[in-house]
């Protein structure tokens, strides 16, 4: 009966040891993907950032052609009036 009893326990503390083995084989895949995760994200948040400011760069570069844009329309317009005036004149 204790020869059971003792092949009971070896067989339980087998599947114990198994079972610690399997777990912390899960534990250390689990931290390495984590770790990977991890380094993942930083690379993104990195790319974000210069993202953030090649957008943020290229806003002001469309608001400065805009706006140099929008001079070259008031100058074009404003030396069409002068020619017309000029030219009128030179017709009285």
């Known amino acids: 009966m204790q020869q059971v009893s003792a092949d009971k326990l070896d067989e339980e503390l087998t599947v ?3 079972y610690i083995n399997k ?3 899960e534990v250390k895949s689990n931290v390495q993907r ?3 995760l991890e380094a ?3 690379e993104g ?3 974000l ?3 953030e400011k090649s957008l943020s760069d290229n806003r002001l570069l469309v608001q400065q052609v805009w706006h140099v844009h929008v001079l070259f329309l008031v100058m074009f317009v404003f ?3 002068m020619y017309v005036r000029n030219y009128l004149c ?3």
């Open 79 to 81: 030396c069409v009036r």
């Open 40 to 42: 993942a994200q930083h």
């Open 34 to 36: 984590c770790s990977q």
């Open 16 to 18: 114990a040891r198994l």
């Open 90 to 92: 030179f017709l009285k």
């Open 23 to 25: 777990m912390k084989s």
């Open 45 to 47: 948040m990195q790319k």
């Open 49 to 51: 950032d210069e993202m």
